[in-house]
Every structure is written in C-alpha cells, then in structure tokens.
Nanobody
Framework: QVQLAESGGGLVQAGGSLRLSCAASGRTFSSAALGWFRQAPGKERDFVAAITQTYGITYYADSVKGRFTISRDNAKNTVYLQMNRLHPGDTAVYYC????????????????WGQGTQVTVSS
C-alpha cells in the first residue's frame, strides 16, 4: 500500500499560481500511475490530471488543460501539480491518488488517497 501526503495549498488571488506536491511512501512509487482530483463543497470529486508511471504520459480535464501541469520525480517519490491562471472556480480540496486499474478519469480506478490540501482562489 502506498501512503500519500499533499502539500502546497493555500489562498491565492485570481490569475495567480500555486504548485501542489504529493509525497509518496510504501508501494514502489515508480510503478504506479498517479492522479490529482479535486472536490468543491457540495460537489463530487472530479478528475484533474494524471501521469503514467513509465513514460510520464499526461492526461488533463478539459477545464484545466493549458493551465495546469502534472509532473513526477521518481527519485524524490513526489508528484506535482503546477496550477497557473487560477480562477475562483478552481477552489476545492485537491487530492492526489495512486492508480489501481481502470480509466484515469474515475475515482474508483484509484486505490490510495492522500488527505487533501485546500486551494482557495479569491476574485
């Protein structure tokens, strides 16, 4: 089992940037695809981005494409989410997750989750 811990959230003004980090331990980090999801109050947890384990192929939700970048450093057992041009609609708790099986776009495909980090974008 892999353990995940997010950091880097906070309060930022619209148009600003944040970089989230997710440190992993346990199951061999480099063997797992990793993803970021977010959950706004009263809403479901939605896919944001994912990155494969071997070739680092990336996938993004349409709502963040061109603004967010997911990356990973296998030597540091860390996955990142660089978020640029943030707007209030990006306000949510952001979770990183380790992929189990199935489509990257669904929470049920991920079998390990961090506790989440709050991102708040003010207008």
């Amino acid at each position: 089992q892999v353990q995940l811990a997010e950091s880097g959230g906070g309060l930022v003004q619209a148009g600003g940037s944040l970089r989230l980090s997710c440190a992993a331990s346990g199951r061999t980090f480099s063997s797992a695809a990793l993803g970021w999801f977010r959950q706004a109050p009263g809403k479901e947890r939605d896919f944001v981005a994912a990155i494969t384990q071997t070739y680092g192929i990336t996938y993004y939700a349409d709502s963040v494409k061109g603004r967010f970048t997911i990356s990973r450093d296998n030597a540091k057992n860390t996955v990142y989410l660089q978020m640029n041009r943030l707007h209030p609609g990006d306000t949510a708790v952001y979770y990183c997750a380790a992929h189990g099986s199935g489509s990257f776009y669904y929470t049920k495909s991920f079998d390990a989750w961090g506790q989440g980090t709050q991102v708040t974008v003010s207008s």
